[in-house]
């Protein structure tokens, strides 16, 4: 495995349902990010993680937790979701330095719907 | 706080065609800027980049130019191929340029290449 690896690739839950989106990285990187893209929006950033500590919360809802517990994985779970949050999260991540131009690589994308 | 506005199309025209998209961008300190690039079904894969003023970034026969002067980072290519067809979406970095900052993402721009 290469890159960045998001399962599921498509996930449909009801608004009662508890599910885990996960993300997994081989590039031996030190920060991971998960963006929300929704249609005729600008990708939103949700959280950072950087050397395993959250950095950035952006005020995203409750509904959605966060859990980085190495530098390789990192999951999003999702419960008591709205319709509204139907949207494909991204995740990615990057070798955060000093120098700055930071690239991130992203994967593939897991594809929500809520109804 | 940053912003990236870029034309948001669809943006149709034919093979061997020139092509711009705009980007401009409001930012404080010295971003670097950044276009990606997503392909239908996949994630966004870094395009080109630069890291200061007059910097161009170029890959694929794609080119960018960072003018500070206009506060703009258009993307240019001298003949499209239908292979070209995607969304591009305009970045640029946080003030500390850094990861913790994420990017900022424009809303995209849907190319379309005929045949």
């Known amino acids: 495995e290469t890159g960045v690896t998001q399962t599921p690739r498509h996930l449909v839950m009801g608004m009662t349902n508890k599910k885990s989106l996960k993300c997994e990285q081989h590039?031996?990187?030190?920060?991971m990010y998960w963006y929300k893209q929704s249609a005729k929006k600008p990708l939103e950033l949700m959280f950072v993680?950087?050397?395993?500590?959250?950095?950035e919360n952006n005020s995203v809802p409750s509904r959605f937790s966060p859990e980085c517990p190495n530098s390789s994985h990192l999951f999003l779970h999702l419960h008591t979701l709205q319709p509204e949050d139907s949207a494909l999260y991204l995740c990615?991540?990057?070798?955060?330095?000093?120098?700055?131009?930071?690239?991130?690589?992203f994967g593939a994308g897991s594809r929500l719907t809520v109804l | 706080g940053n912003s990236v506005t870029q034309m948001e199309g669809p943006v149709t025209l034919s093979e061997e065609a020139f092509l711009t998209i705009n980007c401009t961008y409001t930012a404080t300190g010295y971003p670097s800027l950044f276009w990606y690039v997503q392909y239908p079904g996949e994630g966004l894969q870094l395009l080109l980049k630069a890291t200061k003023a007059d910097d161009k970034g170029s890959n694929k026969g794609f080119e960018a130019t960072y003018r500070k002067e206009t506060t703009s980072f258009h993307l240019e290519k001298g003949s499209v191929q239908v292979s070209d067809s995607a969304v591009y979406f305009c970045a640029l970095s946080g003030p500390s340029g850094g990861g913790a900052d994420g990017l900022t993402f424009g809303k995209g721009t849907h190319l379309i290449i005929q045949p």
């Open positions: 990615a991540s990057s070798q955060e330095g000093f120098t700055g131009a930071n690239v991130l690589t």
């Open positions: 993680y950087s050397l395993e500590e959250r950095v």
């Open positions: 590039l031996g990187h030190n920060a």
